[in-house]
């Protein structure tokens, strides 16, 4: 009798136990988990000479700030007051990086080793800048952050097959470096895991350099080290065709003063140009000069990509940026080095499929000085 009682009494015990550990782990699995996930937050890279201020959303440049000719350090970039106001989308792709493929592809369509693939139609009835959310729009870890006399930050992204309707998994990451008191270095690579894609990324800032506020840039000059241009259709996306630039209002291969034939070319410039007659050094083309004669700033752009988007910012209107300021048509330029739009879709220009045992590279180096 006393043998069946403890028995009885071991089976109570041992489905009690199991009923509370069950409750127990049902309760610990419904506690939510902390996110592990990169928060938006802004950093900060300075020498003395140049100050910088970044977000991890979207690797972008907030302000950049380079003396003029009075020695007063004065913010160049176009941007928004708060990390909260680019997340609310309130920036026309101002500072950022771009991707996983920059610029348009045409009805958001390309196929690629036969399978061909739909992307969503941000700009249509284009794909525009790596879609709805693009690179430009996703929180970056911070994997770096360098003091110092060459201080830099690295930035990294897994972007994941299928990701805006893109194929196969690829990590991509950003460098940005102050390599001395003037300069400013861009290292972006990308690296596909087992499937073949198609990345071209590109540095979205606009720039003003007498100041993020001080109206349009039409009085600044620029020469691009192009003798060609990608002409392109209604939808702004080139046909194929490689135009030479001479005698037309996109003849820049000598320094001339933005406005001077912008009224020729619609609402302004966005056009793919091809990098086709600078000089070299240390594996860059000279891409670009740019000139602001109120303040004496100059900045020479360098790249390893193929092409420049040069943009006149002709699609701002009164975006409210930071300090009050306010931006109209032509507050700022953009070079974006990059391949060519479109080039999924034509074979015969440069190609930005990246395979798994390749990796995609690209840098850019900004160089300042007063003249």
Known sequence: MLCWICSYIRVVLFNLIT????ILFSSLSSIPMADQSPKPETFEL???????LLTNLGCTIISLSVPGKDGVLSDVVLGLDSVESYEKGLSPYFGCIVGRVANRIKDGKFTLDGVQYTLPLNKPPNSLHGGNVG?????WEVVEHKKGETPSITFKYHSQDGEEGYPGDITVTATYTLTSNTTLRLDM??????KPTIVNLAQHTYWNLAGHNSGNVLDHSIQIWANNITPVDENTVPTGEIMA?????????????????????GLGYDHNFVLDCGEEKDGLRHVARVRDPSSSRVLNLWTTAPGVQFYTGNYVNGVK??????????AGLCLETQGFPNAINQPNFPSVVVRPGEKYRHTMLYEFSIE
Do not use: L, Q
């Open 189 to 194: 690579e990308g690296v596909p895991k087992d």
């Open 19 to 22: 009923s509370v550990t069950f």
């Open 321 to 330: 940026g930071k300090g009050g300021a306010v931006y109209e048509k032509h």
């Open 135 to 139: 690179f430009d729009k996703r929180v």
């Open 245 to 265: 630039v001479k005698d037309t209002p996109f003849d820049f291969t000598s320094e001339k003063r933005i406005g001077n034939d912008i009224s020729e070319v």
């Open 46 to 52: 300075s020498n003395g000479s140049m100050k910088i």
